[in-house]
């Protein structure tokens, strides 16, 4: 309901680089994702949108700083570090709903293995998706490619690689993820086997060439 709330298409890489007005507004720093929580919660200043009415100011306050540190943690600048936190506390037990930053920790997981939940479906679905996340960043290339700039990684539509670009993310970033996500919940890990499946089509279907 707010991850990706009035999303413009164009990722934080672009932002920085045109430095636009979003990018000063939240100083370069998880500009999108800052951006999706500003334009809801400013939204839920109209009673006739605020699902948190019926709270307590504790309650939302709670709730806030709890959907603030999940949206912001959808940012794949972060990943790194949210990763490397989860799979140390997964190191040492998985009761993870004893404290309240185990909870948010898992509930971040759980909305990053959301974000990125693509690769994980089934083959028919995980293509389809996938074509419209690619002309989604074609057209960020054709953006930067009228402006006279570089055109991102994996942004050109004079020269696709798709199959390279999403075997490299399914890698480094998805698998390992979903992997160390099916070793805490055992039921996700058919995931993992749409991941291996969907990842063996782009072995066998190169685009680039």
Not at 50 to 78: F, H, P, S, Y
Request: glycine letters at 4%; proline letters at 3%; charged letters at 25%.
């Amino acid at each position: 309901m707010i991850h990706d709330y009035d999303h413009p298409g164009l990722n934080n890489n672009f932002h920085m680089r045109v430095q636009s007005y979003l990018a000063t507004l939240y100083n370069d720093r998880s500009i999108l994702e800052n951006h999706h929580c500003a334009e809801v919660f400013e939204m839920m200043k109209n009673p006739k949108y605020d699902i948190l009415g019926g709270l307590t100011d504790a309650q939302r306050k709670d709730i806030r700083e709890t959907i603030i540190e999940l949206v912001l943690a959808t940012d794949m600048g972060l990943h790194g570090k949210i990763f490397a936190n989860w799979k140390r506390r997964l190191g040492i037990d998985h009761d993870l709903y004893k404290k309240k930053d185990d909870q948010r920790l898992a509930m971040s997981m759980a909305i990053k293995m959301a974000d990125i939940s693509n690769c994980g479906r089934p083959e028919s679905l995980y293509l389809k998706w996938g074509a419209k996340l690619s002309e989604e960043f074609f057209l960020q290339g054709d953006n930067e490619r009228n402006r006279g700039d570089q055109v991102s990684p994996f942004m050109d539509r004079f020269a696709p690689s798709m199959a390279k670009s999403q075997i490299a993310f399914m890698n480094y970033v998805v698998i390992p993820m979903f992997e160390s996500i099916a070793e805490y919940l055992t039921n996700m890990q058919f995931c993992v086997e749409h991941c291996e499946t969907n990842k063996a089509y782009w072995a066998s279907n190169d685009d680039s060439l």
